[in-house]
Structures are given as C-alpha cells and as structure tokens.
C-alpha cells in the first residue's frame, strides 16, 4: 500500500526558513519512473507544483522559486525533504508531498498536506 | 512556459446533468493531460491521466478526451459526490503545470 506523509512547522515566520519532511512507504525512492513531488496550494487558490526528485537524485524545481527551494532525499529513511528559505506570507499554504508516475505521467498518490501559515 | 487554461472557473450543475469543462494549453502538449478532483479540506484525486485513460477505481461516467491543445473532461450524469474542483494537468520538460480549477457547484 502506497502512502505519503508530510510533516513540518505549522507556523513560520517571515524571513525563516521552512522545512517540511515527505515520508513515504510502499514504493523505494530509487524506483524507476517514479519520482516524489512538492506541490502547494494558497488558501482558495489552485495548485502549484514546486520541485521534484528523481530516483537517481536529479532534481527540478518551478524557475520562480528556484533560488529559494532545495529538495533532497534519505533513500534508507524513505524520506524526502523541501526547504524553502526566507519565506513571506505569500508562502501561506498547505503543502503536499506526491508521487509522480511516470508511464502515466501523473500523480497517483498523495499526501494529506500540511497547512503552513507564515506570520509574525 | 506552457500555461494551462480551464473553463468554466464555475460551473452550475444540477445532479444528473452531463457536465463538460474544457482544457486549453498554451501550445500543444500532444496527450500528456490529467485530470484531478479535489474536495475540500483534501489532496487532489487523479481521475484520468493521458487525456482519456481512466485511473483505477474511478466511475466510469467519468471521461476525457483531447489532443494538440484542447482538452475536455466529462461527467457524463452529474452524482452528489462530484461536486468538487476539477484540475487538469500536464508535465514538460522538468516542469509540472496545472489549470487554475473548476468548481462544479449545486445549482
């Protein structure tokens, strides 16, 4: 059974830097074609994706926010870590973790999300 | 980059109505659109994925279909559960991108 899980900060403040961690269990992060995504959505709004993680470490990462976000991976922990530096509240949002097929070319598993909320 | 364009952003229904709501990219993206249902408070569930492929265990009043630019997804008779947001999808290059929604509301 595939599952995600993203934990991290519920609050962070302005100018911090966030981490959030996606663990996963039923598949290895080294599987072929299967790669572990961020994505976030705003209250309200619509879906943004953020970064990706390839199995042989590669990563991508949306080109508005490349300088700001660092994605990585603990293969033994099944774990697979954002960082997003020097947050505003603009970064309000709940984020979610999710695995992305690559023979079907979506997303066929996520995570429940986790709300973050960026204030002072 | 691609942009993805939905519409309607809201969408009226009443249940048991065939519902359709259209996907446009900015430039052709051949099949590679998914189609996700999202309820509140919850992740996003994949419904279709290369434009007209159902995901497993989804109902089949469910249906998509396009190519090149234009995508649809249709709910062929509107049930109580599918009142939700709709968000088509497509992948790029290293780059993942999804429409703005639809919110399929009770008219």
């Known amino acids: 059974q595939v599952t995600l899980k993203e934990s991290g900060p519920v609050l962070v403040k302005p100018t911090e830097t966030l981490t959030l961690t996606c663990a996963v269990s039923?598949?290895?992060?080294?599987?072929?074609?299967?790669?572990v995504s961020w994505i976030r959505q705003p209250p309200g709004k619509a879906l943004e994706w953020l970064a990706d993680?390839?199995?042989?470490?590669?990563?991508s990462y949306i080109s508005s926010l490349k300088s700001r976000l660092i994605i990585s991976k603990d293969t033994s922990k099944s774990q697979v870590v954002l960082t997003l530096t020097n947050v505003d509240p603009m970064d309000t949002a709940t984020y979610f973790c999710?695995?992305?097929?690559?023979?079907?070319?979506?997303?066929?598993?996520w995570g429940q999300g986790t709300l973050v909320t960026v204030s002072s | 980059d691609i942009q993805l364009t939905q519409s309607p952003s809201t969408l009226p229904a009443s249940v048991g109505d065939r519902v359709t709501i259209t996907c446009r990219a900015s430039e052709s993206v051949i099949s590679w659109v998914a189609w996700y249902q999202q309820k509140p408070g919850k992740a996003p569930k994949l419904l279709i994925y290369k434009a007209s492929t159902l995901q497993s265990g989804v109902p089949s009043r469910f249906s998509g279909s396009g190519s090149g630019t234009e995508f649809t997804l249709t709910i062929s008779s509107l049930q109580p559960d599918d009142f939700a947001i709709y968000y088509c999808?497509?992948?790029?290059?290293?780059?993942?991108?999804f429409g703005q929604g639809t919110k399929v509301e009770i008219k």
């Open positions: 999808q497509h992948y790029n290059t290293y780059s993942w991108t």
């Open positions: 993680i390839f199995p042989n470490d590669e990563k």
């Open positions: 039923g598949f290895s992060l080294n599987t072929a074609r299967m790669r």
């Open positions: 999710a695995r992305a097929e690559m023979s079907t070319v979506s997303f066929d598993y």
